[in-house]
């Protein structure tokens, strides 16, 4: 059947997280560097647990970045070749509706006695359409991409939940927090929207406050965050 203008949207999009065409710029942050100066200072302070919390969350945080990446790579590839899971269905007026899945085909149909008919065999060709998807995806490495992603996903989310009871014992432990919660904050759309704006601004005033007053502190090159960018972090490579 050919499709119609009226189309349900896709229940199963992959993620809702704006990912942009390049690398996401990874940030290191411009404080660690002090923690392991070698100075009588540096090595008598005790660990900050925030900044080892921050240093496992980059890690995995990027990690979950290439797997979303790789997975969505391969679901556009099979949304050429095989299509996403649907059925059109034409209504008893004449109207066709194409739908993504067994619950939006139940909404359009209903549940009486007079769809039935209808609804067992919209039912089974989605089934079929399913089974093409699924044997593709399963061939093509495309599961376990997502299966991968969304663990790298859950285990970046989990750390970054861990932010909010993890006391954080120096400068850095307090700019791990905020860079964290806005680089996550702002790969979500509506990113420009309170209060990713005024993170922002306390993150960058952070550190333009440890660059005057603890200048040996930074790396070569060290230069302040531009509040312009849409997506923020400290400003320093790893």
Known sequence: MGDSDNTTTLPFVTR?????????????????????????AATSMLPDPALTLWR????????????????QRLETRLASSVGFPRVTVRMPKGEEVTVHSIEALNEVLGTGPDMAALRETAEA????????????????????ALRAER???????DLLEAFSTTPARTLAGVAGKLDAVLREGEAWEECSEFPWPQIR??????????????????FHGAQRPNLRRRRAGCCFRA
């Not at 942050?29 to 002090?34: D, N, T």
Request: hydrophobic share 40%.
């Open 151 to 157: 663990e790298a996903g859950d285990r970046a989310q």
């Open 125 to 144: 060709e989605f089934a079929a359409h399913q089974a093409c998807w699924d044997a593709a995806a399963e061939e093509t490495g495309y599961t376990a």
């Open 16 to 40: 809702r997280r704006v990912l942009a065409g390049g690398m996401i710029t990874s940030t290191a942050l411009v404080f660690e560097k002090s923690a392991l100066a070698g100075t009588a």
């Open 56 to 71: 496992e969350w980059e890690t995995t945080h990027k990690l979950s970045e290439r797997l979303c990446r790789r997975q």
């Open 201 to 218: 601004s306390a993150l960058c005033d952070l550190v333009q406050i440890a660059q005057q007053t603890m200048p040996e502190q930074f």
